[in-house]
Every structure is written in C-alpha cells, then in structure tokens.
C-alpha cells in the first residue's frame, strides 16, 4: 500500500523534471517526484530510457513513468525499470496527448478506451507483485468526454495503488481551466487509494486551497514550480519568497553540474536553456538576459554568460 498523506509533489514534466532539478526541488521541499514518460517499446528493444530513468536516492519516493499501447508491453517495460533500477513505484501514463503519442495510440489516447486501461494497470500490478514495487496511474478526465467516473472504477478494480489526475480533458491539452472538484469527486471514489490532483496551481496559497476544497492526499505542482522551485519552500513556510537573479543563477549552475551526471555535457545546456528562461520570468530586463543565454553556443558560453549577468545584477 501507498502511503501518501498532504504531500506536495513534483509533477512529471517531459523536458524539465530530469534528476538534476528533481534533486533540486526535494531539497526545497517537494515531498515526491516522478520521471518523464518513457517509451515501452524503446525501453524494451533499445534501452532508450537510460538517461532518462537516472535517479539519486535523493528523488526518492520517486515514480518511473511508462507509456504504451498494450498491457503486455507497458508491464515488460516496467519489469525492466524495476529490476535495472528499484524505482518507488511505477507510474503509467494515461494523459500525454501530443501528436506523436496520440497517433501511436498510446497514453491520452486510452482514455477513450477505460477497460484497456484496467488491462493494463491489472498485467503491471500482477508483473509486478514479486517486487513489491506499486502501480500507479497520471490520468486526464476523459479524451473529448469528461468520463472520470468509468476510468476510475477500471483501474481502482485493477489494483491501482494511487491516481493523479490533471483535471482537464485530453481534447482541452491546456486550455481552460482544471477542474478541481472533480478532484474532490475522484477522492470519494477512490476510498483509501490516495488521489493526486494536478493542474494550475501557481502559488503556495493555492496549494493549500486545494487541499482543503478536495480533500486530496497530494497536490502536484507542474509549470509552475519551473518558472519557481521556490514554491515548495514557501509552501512549507507559508510565506512568499522573493528570489533575486543572483540566487536564481546560482541555481541554474548547481543544475548544470548535476546534469553533467547523466547528460553529455553539450545536451545538459542545450537542454537547460528552456529552464533558464522560465526561471527568468518576471525578472526585470529578463528579454536581454535570455537573449544573452540563448545566443550562446556552447556550454563554456553559456556559463559564462551567465556568470557575467550574476556579476552586473549583484546588488
Ligand atoms: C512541458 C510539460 C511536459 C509534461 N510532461 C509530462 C509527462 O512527461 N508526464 C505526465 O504525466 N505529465 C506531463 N505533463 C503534465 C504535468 O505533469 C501536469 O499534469 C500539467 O502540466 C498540469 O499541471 P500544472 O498546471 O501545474 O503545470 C507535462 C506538462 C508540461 C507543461
């Protein structure tokens, strides 16, 4: 069984939440963490997850996040992670909707289809029983239709051991807005099975609003704790935190280095400069500062960009 009591969580962000910021984050305070979605067949017949899946007992609890098309498949797949790299739990995807994933019939896709999600869940808990390792399932409302109630009774008989839900339908991708008291509704459904809610939380104020509207048993934080990891602490605090561009430099440099692990050392910068730019929102002159860094071409530039705009902003 799942343990999971008023934690605040990292939510799984494919781009971003590799184990250098999971790292991070944990050490400002989010209680749990997930990897991005990770391809079945890839994980099968070519390794693919293996930058992806690099994990510290730093992340801990932490979920690995598989996605795919059938059962057989997506438990195989979490059978290799589990025995490569005795993950907390397994999470399986049933919410990326990009096109790539959708014309692949996998992940959103399912959502049309609550009995194949059972299926699935089912094989990978039965897969998984002898490890002792949990399954877990990232859901969406529906596809088009809102048909959480379908989807929850499908996987809550299938052994389940936790839900997250980002309260939006697949056909919504981010517009509108997340529907939190059907947060509320899953919890009733769910019983002891610990429901997650996900979606538009933008502040520590906020997180501590849903988790009294919902009820919930965690509150996973996604955009938001990009553009500020900062949030964990001042949920923790209850109080606001102003980070000034020094700190938020620093932070970007620690990432660096901690990506240096498990990326080649060219990728981790190429793959940094989208935090960077989150991490810079809403800080003055932030259109030359990202210009600064996105103009550099090489990880030496780009530290020493960096470097420079900590130097001409220090107080
Ligand atoms: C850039 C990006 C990548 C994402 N990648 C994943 C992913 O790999 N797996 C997943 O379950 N959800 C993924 N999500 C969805 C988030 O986990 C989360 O449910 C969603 O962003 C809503 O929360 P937010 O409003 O706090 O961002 C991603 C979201 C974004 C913005």
Redesign the pocket.
């Known amino acids: 069984m799942l343990r999971i009591e008023k934690e605040v969580i990292l939510?799984?962000?494919?781009?971003?939440t590799h184990s250098a910021f999971r790292r991070l984050a944990r050490e400002l305070g989010a209680d749990r963490t997930y990897s991005?979605?990770m391809n079945a067949t890839g994980i099968i017949y070519r390794g693919d997850e293996r930058e992806l899946s690099y994990f510290t007992d730093l992340e801990r609890p932490i979920h690995l996040?598989v996605y795919g098309r059938n059962p057989e498949e997506i438990a195989r797949a979490s059978e290799i992670l589990v025995k490569k790299y005795r993950p907390d739990a397994i999470d399986i995807?049933f919410?990326?909707s990009v096109k790539k994933v959708l014309k692949a019939k996998a992940a959103g896709y399912l959502l049309q289809f609550p009995k194949e999600m059972g299926k699935i869940v089912e094989e990978t808990v039965k897969t998984l029983k002898p490890y002792g390792v949990p399954v877990t399932a990232?859901i969406r409302l529906g596809f088009y239709e809102d048909n959480l109630e379908e989807i929850a009774e499908n996987l809550l008989s299938a052994g389940v051991s936790a839900i997250a839900l980002?309260a939006r339908t697949a056909n919504q991708g981010f517009t509108g807005v997340?529907d939190w008291k059907r947060v509320k509704d899953l919890k009733e459904m769910a019983g002891s099975v610990p429901v997650i809610g996900?979606?538009?939380?933008r502040s520590w104020r906020e997180i501590n609003e849903k988790f009294e509207e919902s009820g919930c048993d965690g509150v996973?934080?996604?955009?938001?704790a990009v553009s500020n990891p900062w949030i964990f602490k001042e949920y923790r605090e209850k109080r606001d935190i102003e980070v000034p561009l020094s700190e938020r430099v620093d932070f970007i440099l620690k990432e660096i280095s901690l990506m240096w692990e498990f990326f080649d050392r060219e990728r981790a910068c190429r793959v940094i400069k989208a935090h960077v730019t989150q991490l810079f929102k809403g800080i003055r002159g932030k259109a030359r500062l990202n210009d600064a860094v996105m103009r550099s071409k090489t990880c030496a530039e780009l530290i020493e960009s960096l470097l420079r705009i900590k130097e001409e902003f220090s107080p």
């Open positions: 939510a799984p962000m494919a781009g971003y991005e979605l996040q995807n919410g990326c990232k980002h997340a996900s979606g538009d939380i996973m934080v996604g955009r938001a």
